[in-house]
């Protein structure tokens, strides 16, 4: 909104041309993101504590530190994260590109889904939450109806085509197969990170680097001299999600401040199922699900780990791992949830950089 005022002002004053450049707004729009989460939340801290009487239910099966380290502490903290980037994407992003209102409408979506999710938790003290049948159904419709926008977008050339990373301009036609697909990149994204979310700090940073990489993917396959250099599929306007993801960044950094062990909010559903599907979005806009894969590979060893405990323990009755998803693990193995966390940090880091290095690597 604000870019396109300052935009239509620019020829009465020249200097407001620098809204023109993509970079700027990008800085600008983490920037906004990230005083809107850090300025509100206090308030939003203190609003959740008075409506939550007991936090976030914890699982009685958990690590038994964590009923006395986390009790009591208010979920629902999506709520500060949406309010961040939303406003920073809504203020400083092409509103007549079609690829950011696929976007927001994953994260609102989703976030609404998880604010749901959250909501029958406190209200039912259980960390059980809404129906799973319902919260997929309502997951599904979200992507199919973002897949249709992304795939219409992107005209007949690209729309239903698949990108290979590693392969020089090698492109799979899907046809109508790219729907199912690009539905399941988005709702697995939106689970696997949902998934990740069990200790104070691990999800989020995660998400930030992983934002922070596709920066740099959707800027060079949305510029037509750096995706001929790299020998990347051009898609034109998918540089404007770098102002969509700098304000996932900024706002995840706010609310990073007080998700930081020891945690005063928790992102909830609210939170992890919007960042999830966000990312999920980006990567079939810029036709880089398979790096997605990769980049959020600790999102992956997650979900792994929680299908391979459910399918060792119905085939054989023994599981594979003291506790999943695989972050329990570690904890009943002893290790210090700050270890947990930023370990699971440095491992998101170097995957990303081994994401980075499919755009050369061609």
Not at 1 to 24: A, C, G, K, R
Not at 37 to 58: A, D, E, H, R
Not at 107 to 123: C, H, M, N, R, S
């Given at each position: ?15 407001l ?5 993509l ?18 939340g ?6 959740l ?41 809504l ?70 085509k ?36 069990g ?9 930030i ?9 959707a ?27 700098a ?48 980049v959020?590979?600790?999102?992956v060893?997650?979900?792994?780990s ?23 693990h ?33």
């Amino acid at each position: 909104m604000l870019y396109h005022l300052l935009i239509s002002m620019s020829d009465e004053y020249t200097f407001l041309n620098v809204v023109n450049y993509l970079t700027v707004r990008t800085g600008i729009s983490l920037f906004t993101a990230f005083l809107i989460s850090f300025l509100l939340g206090p308030k939003i801290i203190f609003m959740l504590k008075n409506k939550q009487t007991v936090g976030q239910p914890i699982r009685e099966d958990g690590p038994e530190s964590h009923l006395l380290t986390k009790q009591g502490t208010p979920t629902m903290g999506g709520v500060l994260i949406l309010l961040g980037f939303s406003t920073g994407t809504l203020l400083w992003a092409d509103l007549y590109n079609p690829y950011i209102w696929a976007c927001l409408l994953v994260t609102t979506g989703f976030g609404f889904v998880g604010f749901l999710d959250d909501y029958a938790k406190i209200i039912h003290s259980s960390s059980a939450g809404m129906s799973g049948r319902l919260k997929l159904l309502l997951e599904l419709v979200i992507s199919f109806s973002a897949v249709l926008i992304i795939i219409n977008a992107a005209g007949p050339d690209y729309g239903d085509k698949l990108a290979l990373p590693f392969l020089k301009n090698v492109l799979l036609d899907l046809g109508w197969l790219m729907i199912p697909f690009g539905i399941f990149v988005i709702v697995g994204s939106s689970n696997s990170v949902n998934l990740t979310d069990g200790l104070d700090g691990l999800a989020i940073m995660p998400v930030i680097i992983a934002s922070g990489t596709f920066i740099i993917i959707a800027y060079v396959v949305g510029n037509i001299v750096y995706a001929d250099y790299l020998n990347l599929t051009y898609i034109e306007g998918t540089g404007e999600l770098s102002v969509f993801l700098a304000a996932i960044i900024g706002a995840g950094l706010g609310f990073l401040w007080y998700n930081a062990p020891p945690a005063m909010i928790f992102m909830g559903d609210t939170g992890s199922l919007s960042l999830g599907g966000a990312l999920g979005a980006v990567s079939v806009i810029t036709k880089h699900e398979i790096v997605l894969a990769i980049v959020g590979g600790l999102f992956v060893v997650e979900t792994l780990s929680v299908i391979i405990q459910v399918a060792s323990f119905k085939l054989t009755g023994k599981r594979v791992f003291k506790m999943a998803p695989i972050h329990h693990h570690y904890e009943k193995k002893g290790w210090a949830e700050p270890t947990i966390v930023i370990r699971f940090w440095i491992i998101a880091v170097l995957l990303a950089l081994i994401g980075l290095a499919t755009l050369k690597l061609r």
